[in-house]
């Protein structure tokens, strides 16, 4: 069996998994980061990143905040929740986080354009070890990873 015709019986059974559990419908709808400053990731995510910010809210009852970004509607795509609990300025991030994975037309341009805007790159443009997916990694400023996967290397990327 060639790979394509795998990935396309994996997807189809899966599918026919899903819909046979009444969960044809399900998606990925955000991933929830806790932030330190709001304001300042709503800007880095906005401005360094070129996310939208779509809708956010206050809870004073229990001293929250939440805003929620993304490069299409919640409606389209997953997006990004960023919660701030009021009173708390960091968190310890531990070892189970990997990162957030972006893909981009030109990686060495937005490389350049996340550093102009005052991101923190922490690996330069350059193949994945032991393939040829370029990637490179920033942080948010909460310490977040990023990763950012060339488009043309997208699709190997699922699998590497």
């Not at 906005?46 to 299409?72: C, D, H, I, P």
């Not at 960091?90 to 102009?116: F, K, P, W």
Request: with cysteine; charged share 25%; proline share 2%.
């Amino acid at each position: 069996m060639k790979e394509n015709d795998f990935e396309h019986k994996l997807c189809h059974n899966t599918q026919e998994f899903l819909t046979s559990r009444g969960k044809e419908n399900m998606r990925i709808l955000h991933t929830m980061l806790r932030v330190g400053d709001l304001e300042r990731s709503i800007k880095f995510y906005t401005e360094v990143l070129g996310m939208r910010l779509l809708r956010r809210s206050e809870n004073e009852q229990y001293k929250y905040s939440l805003a929620f970004l993304g490069y299409a509607d919640e409606s389209e795509s997953a997006v990004i929740e960023l919660t701030y609990n009021w009173g708390v300025d960091s968190y310890e991030l531990g070892t189970a986080y990997g990162h957030i994975a972006l893909g981009v037309d030109d990686i060495y341009q937005t490389i350049e354009d996340v550093r102009a805007a005052g991101g923190k790159i922490t690996r330069e443009p350059g193949p994945v070890l032991g393939g040829t997916t370029v990637i490179a990694f920033a942080e948010d400023p909460d310490g977040y990873k990023i990763e950012f996967i060339e488009n043309k290397n997208a699709q190997a990327a699922l699998g590497n």
